[in-house]
C-alpha cells in the first residue's frame, strides 16, 4: 500500500534542494538519475524519465484497437523510400 509522505527541504545556494534519504529510498532515486520537474498551478512535481516513458505505454491504445501503428508508420517508411 502506497503511502504519502511529506518533506520539508529548504532552498539552497545555486537553487539547490537536497532531498531527504528517506524520499530517496521510498522513491528508489539513485546518485545521478535524471529527473523531470514540471510546474503548474503552483505546485511543482518530480518524475523520473523512466516513469514518464512508462505512462505514455499505450496513451493512443484506444485510438485504433487492434492495429500496431508504429508497424503501419514503419511500412509506410519503407515504402515511401522505395519508391524513391
Same mark, same amino acid.
Given at each position: 500500500?502506497?503511502?504519502?509522505?511529506?518533506? +520539508?527541504? #529548504?532552498?539552497?545556494?545555486?537553487?539547490?534542494?537536497?532531498?531527504?534519504?528517506?524520499? #530517496?529510498?521510498?522513491?528508489?532515486?539513485?546518485?545521478?538519475?535524471?529527473? &523531470?520537474?514540471?510546474?503548474?498551478?503552483? &505546485? &511543482?512535481?518530480?518524475?523520473?524519465?523512466?516513469?514518464?516513458?512508462? %505512462? =505514455?505505454?499505450?496513451m493512443f491504445a484506444s485510438?485504433?484497437? =487492434? #492495429?500496431?501503428?508504429?508497424?503501419?508508420?514503419?511500412?509506410? +517508411? #519503407? %515504402?515511401?523510400? %522505395?519508391?524513391e
Open positions: 500500500m502506497s503511502r504519502i509522505g511529506t518533506y +520539508r527541504v #529548504r532552498l539552497g545556494d545555486r537553487g539547490r534542494l537536497v532531498l531527504p534519504a528517506e524520499l #530517496r529510498r521510498r522513491a528508489g532515486l539513485e546518485e545521478g538519475q535524471e529527473l &523531470v520537474l514540471s510546474y503548474q498551478d503552483g &505546485v &511543482v512535481r518530480m518524475s523520473t524519465r523512466e516513469h514518464l516513458a512508462r %505512462a =505514455g505505454l499505450g485510438t485504433a484497437p =487492434g #492495429r500496431d501503428l508504429a508497424a503501419e508508420l514503419i511500412a509506410e +517508411r #519503407r %515504402a515511401e523510400a %522505395a519508391r
